[in-house]
């Protein structure tokens, strides 16, 4: 097979080599982009617009590929009066790079600025900027300068656009990693020479930092619960595993170091039994206080500030769904969800007040989460502090009692609820929704935000609606169904 390939590609490849071969011999076997992954792809494209307000002299190279190199190349090496680029396009050696930012330097040399959503540096930004250094100065350019633009997390006021970005200057560490650049190429070539995938173990990195788009391919075989799914695991244990192809629990030998912890994992989800311990689970629950408010938040973070007293990747809250279960087992459901683009704190903590009353145990599942947005919301709006940390003194955590007291085979050695749930409440299941993971959530509200079709926005509506309810109804169910586990026991 050949070249060319892209800078995506390239990166692909040295985080997996698998995923390189895939996505150019088989680009068929990639699930199809969901709308989460495609909100991603904007809010990349929208940090790469922010920052190119810090260059007002830049130009945009704009078209089909065929004008963006012929232009790229007439307004560096063949024209002087141009200053800064964005997006220009340079293919050399069959590799073919687009830079984010472009810009001459006083010498008349050239800067490469790579614009990245993260906040600080990572090893495959060097990668990248040594991919473009190379085929910059393959092309005849001489690169004086490489620099990673990073967003600033502490900035205020998205407003102010020198603040916005940390600029770091890493042209040593791009021309270090520059030397095993040849190297890389050659494998990479010669991987893609062959008619079959490399063989390369499945492990984390398949979800990191996103989920792998040919995951569902490559991890068709694996068992509901492997040898990923053993608790705290480290990654040198579980790397000896996988490169011994081990990935059913009953295939690792019996010598293997596991501490007691993760050996009684396995045999309990070999044996196929539940542990429940009913004494302890009895003991959490006597710490309820009746009205019970089942109560689950969702929150959106973006390295853009959607509103101008968050800073980049603060969370902020837009919907909340509480079940009021009370001691007759009458049981009611209050919720709140921000459907327009003004800042949605105040509103939904009003509203919030009025649902949550002043006596009863709030019902959680994972309180860490939802007690740091109460807090936030405390510190923005003092006045209504000590209602909110009241609501904070009463939280009480599902969760744990599937940490502590209530082991099955069916949580597939999780504790989460997406796992929990069908298992203890069989007729209730995310499967069926368009929304299936809290991380999905807050981009669907983003494109809510900024969708126009009524239509649309009636669906998002709706979809945000049944996920968040879910979580809380699906708690609703749990808590009745252990009150019964343990009565059925007296």
Request: a negative charge; aromatic letters at 10%.
């Amino acid at each position: 097979m050949s070249f060319p390939i892209s800078k995506t590609q390239f990166l692909a490849g040295l985080h997996c080599p698998k995923r390189l071969w895939l996505s150019i011999c088989k680009p068929e076997y990639a699930s199809p982009t969901s709308f989460a992954d495609q909100q991603r792809l904007k809010q990349g494209e929208a940090i790469g617009i922010a920052a190119r307000e810090a260059f007002p002299d830049g130009i945009l190279i704009q078209g089909d590929l065929k004008h963006v190199l012929e232009q790229s190349w007439e307004s560096t090496v063949v024209g002087v009066g141009v200053n800064c680029l964005f997006e220009p396009a340079f293919i050399y050696d069959d590799i073919l790079v687009r830079c984010d930012i472009l810009q001459r330097l006083p010498s008349g040399h050239w800067e490469i600025i790579e614009v990245k959503s993260a906040t600080k540096l990572k090893d495959e930004h060097i990668a990248d900027l040594a991919l473009q250094h190379y085929v910059l100065e393959g092309m005849g350019l001489i690169i004086e300068k490489t620099s990673l633009m990073v967003v600033n997390p502490t900035v205020r006021n998205w407003q102010l656009i020198d603040q916005r970005f940390n600029l770091h200057d890493v042209t040593a560490a791009v021309r270090q990693w520059r030397q095993q650049l040849p190297q890389k190429l050659h494998q990479f070539r010669e991987l893609l020479k062959v008619s079959t995938a490399p063989v390369v173990p499945i492990g984390k990195h398949c979800d990191r930092p996103h989920v792998c788009p040919f995951k569902a391919h490559c991890w068709q075989d694996v068992p509901k619960v492997s040898v990923l799914d053993i608790p705290r695991l480290n990654s040198d244990k579980l790397q000896q595993l996988l490169a011994a192809n081990i990935l059913a629990l009953q295939e690792i030998p019996p010598d293997f170091p596991l501490t007691v912890t993760q050996w009684n994992f396995v045999k309990r989800i070999l044996d196929n039994r539940a542990e429940i311990d009913q004494p302890l689970i009895q003991s959490l629950f006597s710490e309820l206080v009746f009205p019970l408010y089942f109560f689950d938040v969702e929150t959106h973070s973006s390295a853009i500030p959607r509103f101008a007293r968050l800073h980049p990747y603060e969370r902020c809250v837009f919907q909340y769904s509480c079940h009021r279960l009370d001691g007759e087992g009458d049981c009611q459901h209050f919720e709140y969800l921000h459907t327009n683009a003004s800042e949605p704190w105040l509103p939904l903590l009003m509203v919030l007040l009025e649902h949550i009353g002043d006596r009863g145990s709030v019902v959680v599942y994972n309180l860490s989460f939802e007690k740091g947005v109460l807090q936030q919301l405390a510190a923005a709006y003092p006045a209504y502090a000590p209602q909110i940390n009241n609501i904070i003194d009463r939280l009480w955590d599902l969760q744990v009692i599937f940490k502590k007291a209530y082991f099955h085979p069916g949580f597939q050695g999780s504790y989460s609820l997406k796992k929990v749930l069908p298992v203890i409440v069989p007729h209730l299941s995310y499967d069926d929704l368009a929304i299936q993971s809290g991380n999905d959530a807050p981009l669907v509200w983003e494109g809510l935000l900024e969708c126009e079709d009524e239509q649309q926005r009636l669906a998002m509506i709706e979809q945000l609606r049944q996920y968040c309810q879910l979580d809380t109804w699906g708690m609703v169910e749990i808590y009745r169904v252990l009150r019964q586990t343990l009565a059925d026991k007296t």
